[in-house]
């Protein structure tokens, strides 16, 4: 158990919705970031926040965003959704928002996009 | 913009024999260079990871790495490996500039298939 928790486990939804993922980090680790997991896309970073902003951005799509809130949890948003979009989404979480911290990883979002 | 390859998508292997999962990065600066492991269902777990110094890298489940930087080589080896050894392997890269934040760069994976 990595100490970050991901909800929903699954989440099933109809093109064109909107849904919004979860994320709580480790205790006391300050960054959070988001990555889709495809088979054809494979793992790629989405966004970073640190301490409630923004730090850095990967391939996140218009219609995909995020936060992170003074609690320190953070929530992916994604709307008009897509077939392209069923995916695995993970959070994972560090102390520091350099790229040397060790990031934790949740178990996981499995979107489909029916 | 930083690449990884990771050349094979399986390797099979029997029970106690040695293993060499490859990765390959191209970067056009420094980068820090991580191994992490899935096991099925799921998150990813940090292995091991070179920030500098000696360029062999112990980790966890007795798993070691060697940074070679005339190759842009990052392989991953075990000795002798355990069925429970059976996952997927990433690959990642992220630059050294970036002090104040953070991009992994993944390679595909290696799916290590170990069998009795």
């Known amino acids: 158990d990595s100490g970050v928790t991901q909800t929903p486990k699954h989440l099933i939804t109809a093109t064109g919705q909107r849904v919004t993922l979860r994320c709580s980090p480790r205790s006391g680790d300050l960054s959070v970031y988001w990555y889709q997991q495809s088979l054809d896309q494979g793992l790629q970073f989405l966004i970073q926040y640190y301490n409630g902003e923004e730090r850095a951005k990967g391939n996140i799509l218009e219609r995909f965003s995020a936060q992170q809130f003074p609690d320190l949890h953070s929530e992916l948003n994604l709307s008009s959704l897509e077939l392209g979009d069923s995916a695995l989404y993970f959070c994972a979480s560090s102390a520091g928002q350099s790229s040397y911290n060790e990031q934790f990883f949740g178990p996981g979002t499995r979107l489909t996009v029916l | 913009a930083q690449s990884v390859t990771q050349l094979d998508s399986q390797v099979p292997v029997f029970e106690e024999a040695p293993v060499e999962l490859r990765c390959n990065y191209s970067s056009s600066v420094s980068v820090y260079l991580f191994w992490y492991v899935q096991y099925p269902n799921q998150g990813l777990q940090l292995l091991l990871k070179?920030?500098?110094?000696?360029?062999l890298v112990k980790g966890i489940n007795g798993f070691e790495a060697e940074f070679n930087k005339s190759q842009t080589s990052f392989h991953l080896r075990k000795p002798s490996v355990h069925i429970s050894d059976t996952a997927e392997y990433f690959c990642a890269v992220s630059p050294t500039v970036n002090s104040g934040y953070s991009t992994l760069t993944f390679g595909k994976g290696t799916m290590l298939l170990v069998s009795p």
């Open positions: 070179y920030l500098s110094g000696s360029t």
